[in-house]
Every structure is written in structure tokens, then in C-alpha cells.
């Protein structure tokens, strides 16, 4: 028991997962494939490859470790998208054709296929067989933040673990203890992380957030009070050339607004995120309407979802701001 | 190592362990029995439902040389070499990653030659609509004609990928979706044979989470089994931990506030949930669900036939359905819907919901529409009063008796008559007729638009008794109006408008105008220049 805990030592959060797959391996009953099923940063590939620690290592000294984590390990195959997308031909020749091979070294032999969801319904399809009557010794792991991407005969193959974003709390703790932060900037940190942890680290890494926040609220609360058409564009502009974190901070965005309509409905209180801005939360809310923040949130997260298919970003961009312009 | 998922180690072993596809497995038995065996079969049916498991077992059956009732009998040579799958004869196929022609091809040359062991040869083709349209194609001539010793099973969840040309070759074979009560029953079954201790409820959950799938409720079950400890009993509580479900306390609880619509009780349900970690997308389906259910509560008679609910929850369901109108629930139910597909596709569902939730305590949508038309009539109709109030007062009403001497002169023979029938005019006065003139003219621009247009030609010229007068500039104004439809509708509408009977004539200025001399200063004025105008008669007063 101890041992295994081991494995799943660098595990932050997901207690509960961390927990049904150790019973599983106490109990002996390894399921033949698994989905790991959440939102980037919620340590999926992490608990995938810890799990993959606990069963190759099973009756050995965990000298083994270091190779897994350098995708080096014998008996462990790591499936990643080619380009875009996982081909059927690697399917067919990386797992399908190598299955039947027994493992090296170990009483186990995993596949970890990462970005599942990036497999085509052809190359899903090829796996399907596989995935029902593998042999005992064969594990598969399905790494994905979309599970309804899966086929559901896929779904229905394989035992299937969801990953929630982490709690706040979780990563404030993370970085006070790992990064050294104080707690107000860890907490604010925390706030801003969305459930990730990898993003977490990379803001604590990154220039001062929350004055570049403050200030693109600003401008925001430029567009609705003066209603000037001018700033819309050159706000657009500015988060045009943020293209390359323009996730977070539409993310960031989306928050804010929820927020204000949160604050608009109740006032102050404890649902708010973003309590050290109260004054502009009541400015804003004093601004828009009901239905203004309603579409202005469903804007964004079109947004977000379109930007996978090259769209063009300034028209969407313009688009959101002139809806918050409008009245 | 050796662990065999459920649904694998209790794959059916015979045509009686198939749940819930009788109508098949009795075909496919008699067919054994009266040596009624055709060369290609195709099973298709949603996932989990036996296609598989059938195409197996029946490959055993057509072989097994003692075969009972059809069943394979499970003891000879055969059966168990088979079982055990040490046999060329039966060759499960899977086309997902076999799918060219050159696999096509390949079968074709083996197909000839005769089976090893038993008498038949029997190729179980999977996941069929996988093949391309060649390999389909290679397919044909052998799946029309093939030898007698081969047979050939497709099977497949999406028969409507397959070309007709194969489809009219086979026997086809529809699998039903597996109900709960079936599914229940044969997990039960697995779990006393295993020695499990399970709750009758929580195989009840799993079942009906499972969407007809049997091995989709097989892998939940697995899952709680690799999660439990020391063979302890499995409850219904841990289901709904590993399925991610709320309670059904907390839905009762939500539901109620968003019914009341308490934006804060609601909030603070939402996020005790979402602090406890569950699934947002199952949230928004089960939170649909029971506004469903309490949707049939109310409107169906029995509501415990179609609702899988206890009798004390049936009561409390319905409780909750005395306030909220139909329409609310039903909007409720399809927000919550819609929702639910963007949700899927979105990164921050939990902001998705969460303002779905607030929208729906704000307004609680579309209400009955013929409701809200009559709300806004009334306020029009009190609005229209308010306008006249004010009017009359700044009106002082024209002495009566002015009008009397047109009376007389205006009045036809026939009219005559009418005005002795009904003599009901509870002392209107022309200005109140033109005080009421807007709301009339609304109305009947509601019955007949064409009705209105006329009538905003002419002018209220006089009030006689029950008769309103209403003069005309053109002759073909005043023609139209008079025809018989149009009178009686406007009879009808002033005379429900004004609370008394009126008979409407319509006649030409020009026959109105000499009397005018005799007429009132103040309503000559008005008839000159227009209602309008009416401000004139204060500046007289003055």
C-alpha cells in the first residue's frame, strides 16, 4: 500500500482518484483500458503516468521511474497526435501490432494514447476490437479533455475517470509550499488558474498580471461608459497583438462577466471572484444589462470555441466589444 | 495480473444467457433445430447489446453435434476447443483494422476450402461499417454464393453505413436496447455468483445510467468493485459517488428554490455540489430530469405509471408542481437542454450553468402567451381611461339639448322603427363616443383592418338618441361603410366599447352641412377644424 502511495506521490489534488486506482491495484482487478477525462492541468497525464509507475513496478525495486518519466521504459508505449491527429496507422502499428508482443520486463504492458479526443472515427474504430479483449497483461490509457470526442463504443469499452479542475484552495497551497509565494499573491494566483496547475505555474512565472488586467478593464469600462467607438478598435487592436494568451484572457473575461451579473443579481458576497475589485464590478454592473452580460458570455465562449477553426479572430474580437458598446 | 473485466469473464456462454433479445435467440434456435441455417446473417443494434456475444455462441451452436433445443450443449470436443479458441474454423474478423480489399480478397481464397473440424465454417465479420467501398464491394459475389460450409455473420451499430447491396443479402437481425429491469437481473445474477454484495437500488442506478447498454452498466459495476474494500456491501451511495451524480435531496432542494426564485438559495446549492466535486454535464441532465418529472406529475392523471418513482416521492414531485404553470416547467426543462450540449463542448461549463441557473430564477420564462396578451390589454384599456379622464376634464360637455332639433330631420322612415325596438342609451354624449374613439378604432382595426381605414375617414358628427351619425367627405368612403357587414361589425364593436346600444349611419358632409347653421357654435368648430382643435372650446370660455 505504502509503496504505491509512493508512486502517486507528485499527484496534486484528485485525492479521490488517486485513491480508486491504488484499491484497484490492491485489489488486484486492473481494468484493461481507462479514460482519463478532464480539463488541461488537472493532472491527468500525471496520474497516468504514475499509474503506469505502480504496475511496471510491481515486484521490482522502482529504480524504473526515471524512464518512464523520459518515455523510455520498455514497457510503456506513449502515443501522441502526429501533427494534428493520432493516425490509424499508428494505431494499427503501435498498438494493435505490438499488444500481442508480451511485456519485457514487467507483468504489465501500457499504452498511453494522449489527446485521445485527436483520433479520427476511422481511427477509433480501429482500436475498438482491441480495446474489448486485449490480453490480460495489456493496459490502455486514454488521455482526453473532450470526452464526448470518444466514440461511445469506446466509452462503453474502457473504465472512466473524470477530472475536475482543482479547487482553489489546492493550488494556493501548491504554490506558497512549491513556488515560495506569499499567500496573497498565491491566493490571487490561484483565482486567475482556472483548475490548472501548469497554468498556475506559469503565471507566478509571468510580469505583473494584475495591473495588465486592471488596465484592459479599464478600457472595457471606457467602451460602455462613453460609448466611443473609437476605443473599441483600439482595444480590439490591444488584444489582437495579446493573440498568444488571448485563451487566458478571454477566460479571464468570461470570469469577470459572470461575476458582474453574480454581483448584479446579490450584491457583495461570497461567490464573487474577484472581491479586490468591487468598485469596478459596481461600475460595470451599473452599466449592462441582464441580457448585455448574457451575451457578451456566450460571445466568448463561441469565441473560444471557434478559434480552433481559424477564424478570423479581429472580426470575433470586434464583435464581443461592440456588443459591450451597445446598449 | 489475470484480471478479466465483467463484461468479458461473463460473456454469454449460451442463447439462454442472452438478456433481453428473446426474439432473436428463438429465430436463430428453431433455425438450428429445422436445419434452416442461411449463408449471412448481419446483427446491428447499439453497443452492449449482444451482437458480439450472439455471433459466438451461434458459431458454436451451427457446429455442436449434440446441440440441444439449439443450445450448444458446452461439453463435447468441439464446443470446448472452440471455446477455448483453438479453432480455424471460426474466424472473428475485426473490419475496423482489416478494411482494404486485399483482407476482402485474402478471405475469398480461404473461404473454398472446407472446415477442419465441425460442419461449419462460420466467419464473424466485426464492426462492419468499417470496410471501404471497395472491400464491400470484393465482398459481394462471395456473400451472395458462398460455399455451403461458410457462413457469415456481420455485425455492426451502424447498419445504415453499409451499402444495400449487402443489406439485401443478409438475414438482418435488430438488437433491442436492454431494459432495466432485464439488466438488473442479470447483474444481480453476476454478483451472487461472484459473491458480491450489492444494493437492489444500486443496481437499479447503474442500469439506468447505463442507456441499454448492458456493457456499459457491466463497467460501472466494475468500477465500484475495484473500489470497494474487503468485499464490503456495495450501496447506492457509492454509485452515485463514482457516477458523479447529485442527490436526489439536493434536487428537490435547487428545483424548489428556482421555482421560488431565490437567486441565493440556489447559488449556494450550486456551489456546495460544485465544491463537492460532481459532474457538471450529469448535473444539468439530472436537474432536467426531475422537472421533467414533476412535469408529469402534474399533468398526467396516473403519473406512477410512467414516472419510476416511489409512491412518497410521486407526492412530493407533485407538491412541487401545484405553483409553476406547464409552460414554466416546460421552459425550464428545454434551457436546461439546450444547455447541456454547449456545456459538452465548452472549457468553463461551470460558468455555463451557473448562469443558465441565475436566468431561469430572473425570468421564469415564456408564460402562457394568451396571458400576457390579455395583461397588456387591460393595461391598454386603463391607460385609454386615464386619457379620457383627463380629456373630460379639460371638455366641458356641450349642452345636450343642442343636437335635438337635427334629430328629426335626419332620421329615416326605417330607423324609425329600430329606434322605438331599442331605446337602450344610458345618456351617452358625443364626447364621450370621441373619448372612446381611439380604443374603438383599435378594435376594429383587430377585426377588419380595411373596416378601420374607412372609418378614420369619417367624423363623429352626431350622437341622436341610440343613433351615432359619422359624416363622410367622399361618396365612396361612405358608400363602403354602409354596406351591411360593415355596419353591424361597427355596431357591434362601439356598442360593446361603449356599454350601449348604438346604431351607426354613415352620411356625407354635404347633408350634414346646412344644419349646421342651427348647430352649436363650439361643435361647428369642432367639425371645421377637427377634433384636435377641441383646445378651442376652452379659448372660448375664456
Redesign the interface.
Known amino acids: 500500500m505504502k509503496r504505491y502511495n509512493n508512486c502517486f506521490h507528485g499527484i496534486i489534488g484528485q485525492e479521490?482518484i488517486v485513491?480508486?486506482l491504488t484499491?484497484?491495484i490492491i485489489?488486484?482487478?486492473?481494468?484493461?483500458s481507462y479514460i482519463f477525462s478532464g480539463?488541461k492541468g488537472s493532472q491527468r497525464t500525471r496520474m497516468a503516468y504514475s499509474f503506469a509507475r505502480a504496475l511496471l513496478s510491481k515486484d521490482k525495486p522502482s529504480y524504473n521511474d526515471y524512464r518512464i518519466d523520459d518515455n523510455n521504459h520498455p514497457d510503456l508505449i506513449n502515443i501522441f497526435p502526429q501533427g494534428a491527429s493520432i493516425k490509424i496507422k499508428q494505431?494499427?502499428e503501435d498498438i494493435?501490432g505490438d499488444i500481442l508482443i508480451k511485456p519485457f520486463e514487467s507483468?504489465?504492458k501500457i499504452y498511453i494514447i494522449h489527446d485521445a479526443h485527436t483520433m479520427g472515427v476511422?481511427a477509433q474504430?480501429?482500436?475498438?476490437?482491441?480495446l474489448?479483449?486485449a490480453p490480460?497483461?495489456g493496459v490502455i490509457i486514454l488521455i482526453t479533455d473532450?470526452l464526448?470526442a470518444l466514440l461511445?463504443?469506446i466509452?462503453?469499452?474502457?473504465?472512466?475517470y473524470?477530472f475536475?479542475p482543482l479547487?482553489e484552495e489546492v493550488i494556493e497551497n501548491y504554490l506558497q509550499r512549491h513556488q515560495g509565494l506569499e499567500l496573497s499573491k498565491a491566493r490571487e494566483i490561484s483565482l486567475m488558474a482556472?483548475g490548472s496547475i501548469e497554468r498556475a505555474i506559469q503565471l507566478s512565472q509571468g510580469e505583473d498580471i494584475r495591473q495588465e488586467r486592471q488596465d484592459l478593464l479599464e478600457k472595457l469600462l471606457r467602451i460602455i461608459k462613453d460609448k466611443d467607438i473609437v476605443s473599441v478598435f483600439s482595444t480590439g487592436e490591444y488584444l489582437m497583438e495579446q493573440r498568444d494568451r488571448l485563451e487566458e484572457l478571454l477566460?479571464f473575461l468570461?470570469?469577470w462577466f459572470?461575476d458582474i451579473?453574480?454581483y448584479k443579481?446579490?450584491g457583495d458576497?461570497k461567490?464573487i471572484i474577484h472581491k479586490e475589485d468591487k468598485k469596478l464590478l459596481e461600475e460595470f454592473s451599473y452599466y449592462l444589462s441582464?441580457k448585455q452580460i448574457?451575451d457578451i458570455?456566450n460571445d466568448i465562449?463561441i469565441m473560444?470555441?471557434n478559434r480552433r477553426f481559424n477564424i478570423n479572430l479581429q472580426l470575433n474580437i470586434e464583435t464581443m466589444l461592440l456588443r459591450i458598446q451597445e446598449e | 495480473m489475470g484480471y478479466i473485466a465483467l463484461y468479458r469473464k461473463w460473456r454469454p456462454k449460451q442463447f439462454e444467457d442472452i438478456v433481453g433479445q428473446e426474439h432473436i435467440t428463438t429465430t436463430l434456435r428453431n433455425q438450428i433445430m429445422n436445419n434452416r441455417i442461411v449463408h449471412a446473417y448481419l446483427f446491428t443494434g447499439t453497443r452492449g447489446t449482444g451482437k458480439t456475444s450472439m455471433a459466438k455462441i451461434f458459431a458454436k451452436a451451427v457446429n455442436c453435434p449434440n446441440n440441444h433445443n439449439g443450445e450448444p450443449c458446452e461439453n463435447c470436443n468441439i464446443c470446448e476447443e472452440i471455446e477455448s479458441s483453438r479453432v480455424l474454423d471460426i474466424l472473428e474478423i475485426d473490419a475496423a483494422s482489416n478494411n482494404g480489399v486485399d483482407e476482402i480478397r485474402e478471405l475469398r481464397e480461404k473461404v473454398k476450402y472446407p472446415p477442419s473440424l465441425g460442419s461449419y465454417k462460420v466467419y464473424i465479420i466485426d464492426e462492419v461499417h468499417m470496410l471501404s467501398q471497395g472491400a464491400f464491394n470484393a465482398l459481394l459475389k462471395t456473400l451472395e454464393e458462398p460455399p455451403s460450409h461458410v457462413i457469415f455473420i456481420l455485425a455492426t451499430t451502424e447498419p445504415h453505413k453499409l451499402p444495400a447491396t449487402i443489406l439485401s443479402r443478409c438475414q438482418r437481425f435488430d438488437f433491442k436496447r436492454v431494459s432495466v429491469k432485464d439488466m438488473v437481473d442479470r447483474m444481480a445474477y453476476i454478483c451472487n455468483e461472484m459473491d458480491i454484495t450489492i444494493e437492489e437500488e444500486a443496481l437499479e442506478l447503474i442500469a439506468n445510467n447505463a442507456g441499454g447498454a448492458l456493457r456499459d452498466g457491466l463497467s460501472i459495476l466494475d468500477q465500484c468493485l475495484s473500489l470497494s474494500k474487503n468485499n464490503q456491501k456495495i450501496t447506492y451511495e457509492d454509485i452515485v459517488d463514482i457516477l458523479g451524480l447529485v442527490s436526489n435531496e439536493w434536487l428537490y432542494q435547487i428545483s424548489q428554490s428556482i421555482i421560488e426564485q431565490d437567486i441565493y438559495n440556489t447559488m449556494e446549492l450550486f456551489h456546495q455540489v460544485i465544491d463537492g466535486g460532481k459532474d457538471i454535464i450529469q448535473m444539468a441532465k439530472q436537474l432536467a430530469e426531475h422537472f421533467r418529472n414533476i412535469l408529469m406529475a402534474k399533468t398526467l392523471p396516473q403519473p406512477q405509471e410512467i414516472l419510476e418513482l416511489s409512491r412518497e416521492q410521486i407526492g412530493r414531485v407533485k407538491n412541487q408542481g401545484e405553483k409553476p404553470s406547464e409552460e414554466r416547467l416546460l421552459s425550464y426543462i428545454s434551457s436546461l437542454s439546450q444547455i447541456e450540449n454547449t456545456i459538452k463542448y465548452s472549457s468553463q461549463p461551470m460558468i455555463i450553468l451557473e448562469m443558465e441557473l441565475i436566468k431561469l430564477c430572473k425570468n421564469p420564462g415564456a408564460e402562457n402567451l394568451k396571458e400576457l396578451i390579455d395583461r397588456i390589454e387591460t393595461l391598454e384599456r386603463e391607460i385609454t381611461n386615464l386619457k379620457s379622464v383627463k380629456r373630460e376634464a379639460k371638455i366641458p360637455p356641450s349642452p345636450k339639448k343642442s343636437s335635438r332639433p337635427l334629430q328629426e330631420e335626419s332620421i329615416t322612415p326605417e330607423e324609425k322603427v329600430q329606434d322605438t325596438i331599442v331605446p337602450i342609451n344610458k345618456g351617452l354624449t358625443l364626447e364621450e363616443v370621441k373619448a372612446k374613439w381611439e380604443e374603438i378604432l383599435k378594435e376594429v382595426k383587430r377585426e377588419k383592418v380595411q373596416v378601420e381605414a374607412l372609418l378614420k375617414e369619417g367624423e363623429l358628427a352626431q350622437l341622436n338618441g341610440n343613433k351615432l351619425i359619422i359624416s363622410f367627405d367622399l361618396g365612396f368612403h361612405q358608400a363602403k361603410l354602409s354596406e351591411k357587414d360593415n355596419i353591424k361589425l361597427l355596431e357591434r364593436i362601439i356598442s360593446r366599447v361603449m356599454g350601449s346600444l348604438l346604431i351607426i349611419e354613415c352620411v356625407m358632409q354635404s347633408q350634414l352641412s346646412f344644419q349646421h347653421q342651427e348647430e352649436d357654435p363650439v361643435q361647428s368648430a369642432i367639425k371645421i377644424f377637427g377634433e384636435d382643435v377641441v383646445e378651442v372650446v376652452e379659448d372660448k370660455e375664456d
Open positions: 479521490r485513491e480508486g484499491q484497484a485489489n488486484n482487478s486492473i481494468f484493461h480539463p494505431i494499427r494493435i507483468n504489465y476511422p474504430n480501429t482500436l475498438l476490437k482491441t474489448e479483449e490480460s497483461y473532450n464526448s461511445p463504443t466509452i462503453s469499452r474502457s473504465q472512466n473524470k475536475q479547487k482556472n477566460d468570461m470570469l459572470r451579473s453574480v443579481e446579490l458576497n461567490w441582464d448574457n458570455i465562449s473560444k470555441s
